[in-house]
């Protein structure tokens, strides 16, 4: 089974940036659906954006307009670019493909 590893979480002020990274352990991207999901604290985790094999791209509407998701396919990487954080936007973050998912990396936001 492919093994997902995140990174790039942190702290931020309210307004302030953040770049995920999510990396692969083979060759998957070209091939699947990439995706972020999101759990914030007492709450259920939730779809955050996709990007299919074909580079399609949808978002939660909460997100739009301020996340971007991408994809390296040549270094196996996947990208959430966040920008205009908000403390709603507090969560660990997790990278999801083909029924695997990574450990999370955490991003908060100080009001």
């Known amino acids: 089974q492919v093994q997902l590893v995140e990174s790039g979480g942190g702290l931020v002020q309210a307004g302030g940036s953040l770049r995920l990274s999510c990396t692969a352990s083979?060759?998957?991207?070209?091939?699947?659906?990439m995706a972020w999901y999101r759990q914030a604290p007492g709450k259920q985790r939730e779809f955050v954006a996709v990007?299919?094999?074909?580079?399609?791209?949808n978002y939660l509407d909460s997100v739009k307009g301020r996340f971007t998701i991408s994809r390296d396919s040549a270094k196996n990487t996947m990208f959430l670019q966040m920008n205009s954080l908000k403390p709603e936007d507090i969560a660990v973050y997790y990278c999801?493909?083909?029924?695997?998912w990574g450990r999370g990396t955490q991003v908060t936001v100080s009001s």
């Open positions: 999801n493909s083909i029924g695997a």
């Open positions: 083979r060759r998957i991207f070209s091939t699947n659906a």
């Open positions: 990007i299919t094999s074909g580079g399609s791209t």
